[in-house]
């Protein structure tokens, strides 16, 4: 059975800092692709973060309001997703999901792509 797992996720003050995790078993964590993906109270899930597989070169793809605050990163060795977030603002709120996908073909920022997903973590970030 897939199990992707979130933690990490909280409430802090705005402009702190979050890392979330995200465990995979081994076999989903050689996905071509892992992402980061939030969806906030009223709105729809949209794209944060992607990253793709290490023996590839390891990728990386950031949503324009995230860039230059938050870091995706996959450890093979713990078969482990983080996401470290810094600069956190109110706007930030949101479950964050991790995911995968399979393919390298495709769009990484599209969240219809991924195969797998995680139940989500709460982050709460006050102002």
């Known amino acids: 059975q897939v199990q992707l797992v979130e933690s990490g996720g909280g409430l802090v003050q705005a402009g702190g800092s979050l890392r979330l995790s995200c465990a995979a078993p081994?076999?989903?964590?050689?996905?071509?692709?892992m992402g980061w993906f939030r969806q906030a109270p009223g709105k729809e899930r949209e794209f944060v973060a992607a990253?793709?597989?290490?023996?590839?070169?390891?990728?990386?793809y950031y949503a324009d309001s995230v860039k230059g605050r938050f870091t995706i990163s996959r450890d093979h060795a713990k078969n482990t997703l983080y996401l470290q977030m810094n600069s956190l603002k109110p706007e930030d709120t949101a479950v964050y999901y991790c995911?995968?996908?399979?393919?390298?073909?495709?769009?990484?920022?599209?969240?219809?792509?991924?195969?797998?997903w995680g139940q989500g973590t709460q982050v709460t970030v006050s102002s």
């Open positions: 995911a995968a996908k399979r393919g390298r073909t495709g769009r990484p920022t599209s969240g219809h792509e991924y195969d797998y």
């Open positions: 081994e076999r989903t964590f050689s996905s071509y692709y």
């Open positions: 990253i793709a597989i290490s023996w590839s070169g390891g990728s990386t």
